[in-house]
Each structure stands twice: as C-alpha cells, then as structure tokens.
C-alpha cells in the first residue's frame, strides 16, 4: 500500500520497535 502511494521512507512506531521480529512486520506492511 505504501509503495502504491510513492512513499519512499515513513516513521516507525515504538510498538513495531517492541515486534519480536521488526523484519516480519515490515515485509507484512509491504505486501499489503
């Protein structure tokens, strides 16, 4: 969804910081 909207770069929350695995959660918010 983020590529889609040509967004190159963004903020990370603290709550995706805590992740057990923050490199999961970032390929899941991309595929979307």
């Known amino acids: 969804r983020m590529r ?10 603290e709550a995706f910081m805590r992740a057990p695995d923050p490199g999961v959660e970032l390929r899941r918010l991309f595929s979307r």
Not at 4 to 13: E, I, K, S
């Open 4 to 13: 889609d909207a040509d967004v190159n770069a963004f903020l990370v929350g």
